[in-house]
């Protein structure tokens, strides 16, 4: 069965149903999200929405836990600060009953699901060889799925204990090895930071994971950004993919 994997939606949902439309031409039946489903973008509400009406299986990122309360904005800059508080005030009663019962990471039949890595599944950055070293060290999965870095990147554990990781292109496949193991990230639906504006998300069939970019509407989501009062540089960044 094949199942879209993606990240960091964040309350974009023009490119998320761009995503959602290319994943069930993918053929995709099951949909996995491994957190930031709000913060940042114009309609929380309605991405929330699409994700029970798929009856996603979702995971809470650190911009859905301050949405709700129960991750300290202190630790956020001031942009994400304002979209967050922005956030809880606009969120429906459904919305955040629906953002309060994710858990921050979960075991599936597919992986583990974290947003930012096994060590620290909520607010680690995995961005090095040597801090996706540690999560391999802390369990004994042969893939675990991530997010929070905004990039798609793949770390790579040989049966040795040497690891790598790359960034992944469109297109890419990355066919399980017998032996090795591996930590996937989906990069960004609703806020790619990879200098490439495209939403991207992973395809999943339990043996390879296939990189995918699909173009949204922008345009639509940065004016929506600038109506709803939140700052410009949420609306700036999504034209140049950063
Ligand atoms: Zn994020």
Redesign the pocket.
């Known amino acids: 069965m094949r199942v879209a994997v993606v ?2 939606i ?1 309350s974009n949902v023009e490119a998320l149903d761009a995503v959602l439309a290319a994943a069930d031409e993918a053929g995709c039946e099951r949909l996995i999200v491994l ?2 489903i709000v ?2 973008g114009p309609d929380p509400d309605a991405v929330i929405e699409r994700l029970r009406e798929r009856d996603a299986v979702a995971i809470a ?3 859905d836990l301050a949405a709700v309360g129960v991750f300290d904005v202190q630790w956020f800059n001031e942009v994400a600060t304002i979209a967050i508080a922005w956030t809880s005030e606009v969120l429906s009663a459904e919305g955040t009953a629906y953002l309060s019962t994710l858990q921050p990471t979960r075991t599936t039949a597919d992986g583990v699901l974290v ?1 930012g890595s096994v060590r620290d599944p909520v607010a680690e950055y995995l961005l090095s060889a040597d801090d996706a070293g540690a999560s391999f060290d802390l369990g004994d999965f042969v893939v675990a799925f991530f ?4 990039l798609p990147t793949v770390f790579r554990r040989r049966p040795d204990g040497f690891v790598n990781g790359w960034v992944m292109t469109e297109g890419e496949a990355i066919a399980l090895v017998p032996g090795e193991r591996y930590m996937l990230n989906p990069g ?1 639906v609703g ?1 790619p930071r990879d200098r490439d504006p495209r939403a991207s998300f992973l395809v999943w069939d339990g043996e390879r994971a296939i990189g995918h970019r699909v173009p949204y509407e922008v345009e639509r989501t940065a004016s929506k950004i600038r109506d709803a009062g939140l700052p410009e540089w949420l609306a700036l960044r999504l034209f140049a993919g950063q």
């Open positions: 990240s960091d964040h957190g930031d913060g940042y990122g650190n911009h947003h997010g929070h870095t905004h960004s806020q």
